[in-house]
């Protein structure tokens, strides 16, 4: 049983029931087993007693040579021995000595229980046994002080099914008083858990109700006692007191910021927090405002830097070169080494064209994608360096975003990457690899250069640059390298 499945009435019910359950069971089990002890030592000291005076009336009279026939009727008298109550004697052949009182007309019994053994080993013996008829008894056993009759034994036995007629009795009136007394705790319990619980469920139904944003007008608990009735007064001020949060948060929702509102008490957590979370909307509204207003400058400011960045490089290299040529052209009457001076400069002008263009944005990224500018960049370099460059490059259908920043992110960054290989790591092999996801959008660039010690060199400013660009998209940038294994770059945006 899941005990807290339970309403609290039936937790209640169980545990008084429990409790005066076992307080009664345990009460009751105790006089049961002191009647019994006290039954069984009474048995025990009845027949020690009988044992006792029936030894010393045998014993005289063997001293005084009677017959075995007196020693019998002495051992037949039974007064308070009950109806299966006896005593015999027992000669030391196992023999008893005596008349039974269950087989009379027998002769002879021979007797080998563990109360004749015992008693010749010990001098006495009492204990519940088995008697020679196979029967469960209580029995005293001791030996005859007798030199000639020492290994003779007198026994003085009753059955123990008489002996607990008493203990029987007793505990069918301990039953009863149980069973009375079962009844009298559920009644008092049920009425005791049901006074008890039933406050506490309906505090439980009012504050369901406040979890459920139910706010009652009223509030009525039975007031049987004080706690109670402060218990009421109280939760009446709980609910004046988050009508009057509901109504200010609603006006700060509205945008009145200038509506009258006072805290409970220094202590109220939630009114001074409605005050704190006015303030900083307030004050979040003024920097929304600054901070759009410096968005825009920025962008204007940017858009105007770039714009003048370009023209400044076009005029200071593309300018003069196309001025030079002009004035080249001017001079031109069939020189061959002047037509090679002009060719020349125009292919400078055209290196100096594609430099700048390529360096304010890849054409083959802006035309065909990043793939298509990865795949040109490790070629090219392949050419160049005679670096071995294993490219790769797979984008899911879902790709989680199709973002030009993310493009020019990952290829910044490979250029970075690549131009530090073939400064830093005299490389063979470099592995360069683009997965883009529907989680997310990966780079990792490996090669199987001389590596560095990342805990004896400083990180340059390239590297800085690279993990600079990745955080700006809120991405993850990780490289590790070790000397003469190579360095590993990895991006996560």
Request: proline share 2%; with cysteine; glycine share 4%.
């Amino acid at each position: 049983m899941d005990l807290k499945r339970l309403t609290i009435f039936h937790q209640l019910t169980l545990s008084y029931l429990f409790v005066g359950g076992f307080m009664i069971f345990s009460v009751s089990l105790l006089f049961y087993y002191t009647m019994r002890q006290a039954i069984i030592e009474r048995i025990f000291a009845q027949l020690s007693s009988i044992n006792r005076l029936q030894k010393v009336h045998v014993e005289d009279l063997l001293l005084q040579e009677k017959s075995i026939s007196d020693i019998k009727n002495i051992l037949l008298i039974r007064t308070g021995m009950g109806e299966t109550g006896e005593s015999y004697l027992v000669d030391d052949k196992d023999t008893m000595r005596s008349e039974s009182r269950f087989f009379p007309s027998t002769i002879p019994i021979l007797v080998r229980t563990e109360g004749v053994l015992k008693a010749r080993k010990e001098g006495h013996f009492s204990g519940l046994i088995r008697d020679y008829r196979g029967v469960e008894v209580y029995s005293v056993a001791s030996t005859l002080s007798i030199p000639q009759k020492h290994s003779w034994v007198i026994l003085t036995e009753i059955d123990k099914s008489e002996a607990h007629k008493p203990l029987e009795k007793a505990l069918k009136f301990t039953a009863l008083i149980v069973i009375f007394s079962f009844i009298l705790l559920w009644i008092s319990t049920f009425v005791l858990a049901k006074r008890v619980s039933q406050p506490i469920l309906q505090l439980k139904s009012f504050i369901l109700h406040l979890a459920q944003g139910k706010i009652p007008k009223t509030v009525s608990f039975p007031e049987n006692n004080v706690e109670l009735s402060e218990i009421n007064l109280a939760l009446c001020k709980l609910c004046e007191a988050l009508r009057t949060y509901i109504d200010f948060a609603q006006n700060i929702g509205k945008g009145n910021f200038s509506v009258d509102f006072q805290p409970l008490s220094k202590e109220d957590v939630h009114g001074w927090a409605l005050i704190q979370m006015r303030n900083q909307l307030i004050d979040l509204r003024e920097k929304e405002k600054k901070l759009q207003q410096q968005k825009t400058m920025a962008l204007l400011e940017g858009q105007e830097t770039e714009r003048k960045r370009i023209a400044q490089e076009l005029h200071d290299g593309v300018g003069q070169m196309l001025t030079a040529i002009r004035l080249r052209i001017d001079l031109f009457n069939d020189n061959e080494q002047l037509k090679k001076e002009i060719k020349l400069i125009v292919d400078e002008t055209i290196n100096e064209i594609r430099r700048i263009s390529n360096n304010l944005l890849p054409s083959v990224l802006l035309d065909f994608g990043l793939e298509a500018a990865l795949a040109k960049l490790c070629q090219s370099t392949q050419q160049v360096s005679g670096i071995r460059f294993h490219y790769s490059f797979i984008q899911e259908e879902e790709f989680f975003r199709d973002d030009y920043a993310i493009d020019i992110c990952f290829y910044r960054v490979a250029q970075e990457a690549i131009n530090n290989i073939l400064k830093h790591a005299d490389a063979k092999n470099v592995t360069l690899k683009v997965v883009k996801s529907a989680q997310n959008a990966s780079l990792e660039i490996y090669d199987d250069g001389k590596g560095f010690d990342m805990k004896e060199k400083s990180i340059g400013n390239g590297i800085q640059n690279m993990e600079a660009r990745v955080k700006a998209l809120n991405g993850i940038f990780m490289i590790h390298s070790q000397h003469q294994k190579g360095t590993y770059l990895k991006v996560i945006i």
